[in-house]
């Protein structure tokens, strides 16, 4: 068998570390080099509770998470959830490195065309594309404005400066004056030591985005200011976008999607290595078990998903309804030591209560990693 997986992220890679271990001539395609080129925050969330502690790469883990609204609460999410700050560059070069020790014919700098595309679709048995979003399958299919119906549009700097007073957890900002659709937005620091983080603004879009309506640039430097960090050097900038929610189609006759190109970052927070990574995975064993595993691709990501997504759908609903003196209440009342006012809270949102319980409660089958 003969497949071909086009990119190097955490979704490329998985799929041909996964793919490796069966006897398949695998092609593993980049346009750039591996590990260049990321914006991105660099921490990952380890949502359905299933993921092995990354290896090279890993800075730190992540227990607390402080959330600030008009106050400033600390929710310890790691006892629940795991999280890790990664230096991506790193991972993703061990992680190839590792592929390529196990059989992966890895072609950097090469830049695959939809008509390229085409011609692989005749050439190997199956095709990962892990391109990102918008696909390149979707450029040769005319699907990519599904990316960018209901999206969320991210500005980020790396700065070097003082970050102790957020070190070793990470922080998220909730903004104030956020229109309703704009939501959800917010502002992180993800320290990846004391003295380097990502830093950036994340708000929701649906269609294009009006600069007039809300322009993250500024909205960045604001947050800088307010942070204390206005004397942090600059030494990197970008964005990117995240598309919220999993594409209607995941299978193009032999070309399987995985990663972002199947639409699978969080509508809630933009973050998607962990799905990047399970459905790399999951791809790769579906199409060692042929066309019976490719027809059950979709069906087996939609069941990992179903109470992740249904508890971010309650949360983004609630950043959409609630302004900002209840948002912050309902912060203070689920991050509260005293059980009392936990339970009030809950009481005050059942529909959240309900689905985070079906979210912590769930056990997610723990895929077979391959690394
Ligand atoms: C600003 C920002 C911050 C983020 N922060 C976080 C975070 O902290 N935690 C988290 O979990 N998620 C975060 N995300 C989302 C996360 O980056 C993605 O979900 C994740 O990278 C998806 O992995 P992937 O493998 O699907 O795609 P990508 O990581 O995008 O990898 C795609 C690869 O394909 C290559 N490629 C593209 N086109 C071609 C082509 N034509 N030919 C050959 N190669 C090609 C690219 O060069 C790239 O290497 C963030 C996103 C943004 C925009």
């Known amino acids: 068998m003969k497949a071909a997986i086009i990119g190097t992220g955490p979704g490329g890679l998985y799929a041909a570390l996964a793919a490796s271990k069966h006897n398949i001539q695998i092609d593993l395609f980049e346009k750039r080099s591996v590990g260049e080129g990321i914006v991105c925050g660099e921490c990952i969330f380890d949502s359905l509770n299933i993921m092995k502690k990354p290896g090279r790469g890993l800075m730190h883990p992540v227990d607390e998470i402080v959330l600030q609204g008009r106050g400033c609460y600390t929710f310890p999410l790691g006892r629940h959830r795991k999280l890790w700050m990664l230096d991506r560059r790193t991972w993703q070069q061990d992680l190839a490195a590792c592929a390529v020790n196990r059989g992966v014919n890895l072609h950097e700098h090469t830049k695959i065309t939809p008509a390229h595309l085409q011609q692989m679709t005749k050439e190997y048995d199956w095709i990962i594309d892990a391109s990102g979003a918008p696909s390149i399958t979707s450029r040769?299919?005319?699907?990519?404005?599904?990316?960018?119906?209901?999206?969320?549009?991210?500005?980020?700097?790396?700065?070097?400066?003082?970050?102790?007073?957020?070190?070793?957890?990470?922080?998220?900002?909730?903004?104030?004056?956020?229109?309703?659709?704009?939501?959800?937005?917010?502002?992180?620091?993800?320290?990846?030591?004391?003295?380097?983080?990502?830093?950036?603004?994340?708000?929701?879009?649906?269609?294009?985005?009006?600069?007039?309506?809300?322009?993250?640039?500024?909205v960045l430097a604001?947050?800088?200011?307010?942070?204390?960090?206005?004397?942090?050097?600059?030494?990197?900038?970008?964005?990117?976008?995240?598309?919220?929610?999993?594409?209607?189609?995941?299978?193009?006759?032999?070309?399987?999607?995985?990663?972002?190109?199947?639409?699978?970052?969080?509508?809630?927070?933009?973050?998607?290595?962990?799905?990047?990574?399970?459905?790399?995975?999951?791809?790769?064993?579906?199409?060692v078990n042929g066309v019976s595993g490719v027809a059950e691709y979709h069906e087996k990501l939609r069941r990992y998903t179903k109470e992740k997504l249904a508890l971010e759908k309650v949360t983004v609903q609630k950043m959409k309804t609630l302004n900002f003196d209840e948002f912050d209440k309902l912060l203070g009342g689920i991050t509260s030591r005293r059980w009392y006012v936990r339970g009030r809270t809950a009481l005050q949102h059942l529909d959240m209560f309900y689905t985070t319980l079906k979210w912590f409660g769930t056990r997610k089958h723990r895929p077979d990693w391959p690394v």
């Open 222 to 287: 604001r947050m800088i200011r307010t942070e204390g960090l206005n004397h942090a050097q600059e030494l990197e900038r970008g964005s990117g976008m995240a598309v919220a929610g999993m594409l209607s189609r995941l299978v193009y006759g032999n070309i399987l999607l995985a990663g972002d190109a199947a639409g699978l970052t969080s509508p809630l927070h933009g973050g998607g290595i962990d799905m990047a990574c399970l459905s790399g995975v999951l791809a790769a064993d579906a199409v």
């Open 140 to 218: 040769l299919k005319g699907f990519s404005n599904d990316y960018f119906k209901n999206y969320l549009l991210a500005y980020q700097v790396v700065l070097a400066g003082d970050f102790r007073a957020v070190w070793p957890h990470i922080k998220i900002i909730f903004l104030q004056d956020i229109p309703a659709d704009c939501q959800p937005a917010y502002a992180w620091i993800f320290p990846k030591d004391a003295n380097l983080a990502n830093v950036g603004v994340v708000c929701s879009v649906q269609g294009t985005m009006k600069k007039d309506k809300l322009d993250l640039k500024k």
